[in-house]
Nanobody, 127 residues
Framework: QVQLVESGGGLLQAGGSLRLSCAAS????????MAWFRQAPGKEREFVAR????????NYTDSVKGRFTISRDNAKNTVYLQMNSLKPEDTAVYYC????????????????????WGQGTQVTVSS
């Protein structure tokens, strides 16, 4: 069992930066792949970024490449999402998720590929 708690969301203007954090409690954090998803009003939850259990492999959705960076500190049981050059279209509730490994490749960007979820943190970017 893993419990996830996100923090760091907020309201800011376009072009600004935020760093989201997700603190995990429970056992064997370093055996889980971690990901960030987001969900805007009226839209489905979408994949943002993923980091492998050891932190070596990272993946991003195309719309955030070059602007967002996912990282993890296994000693602190925490995963981060650094978001730069934010745009109004980045406005959403951001969710942290943990998935048992090994993960099938085709499931890594799908919500169904992750067993544990945080409660979400709101990010609002104004134009």
């Amino acid at each position: 069992q893993v419990q996830l708690v996100e923090s760091g969301g907020g309201l800011l203007q376009a072009g600004g930066s935020l760093r989201l954090s997700c603190a995990a409690s429970g056992r064997s954090f370093n055996s889980y792949a971690m990901a960030w998803f987001r969900q805007a009003p009226g839209k489905e939850r979408e994949f943002v970024a993923r980091i492998s259990s050891g932190g070596v492999n990272v993946n991003y959705t195309d719309s955030v490449k070059g602007r967002f960076t996912i990282s993890r500190d296994n000693a602190k049981n925490t995963v981060y999402l650094q978001m730069n050059s934010l745009k109004p279209e980045d406005t959403a509730v951001y969710y942290c998720a943990a998935g048992r490994t090994p993960q099938l490749i085709w499931r890594r960007t799908l919500p169904s590929g992750y067993e544990y979820w945080g409660q979400g943190t709101q990010v609002t970017v104004s134009s």
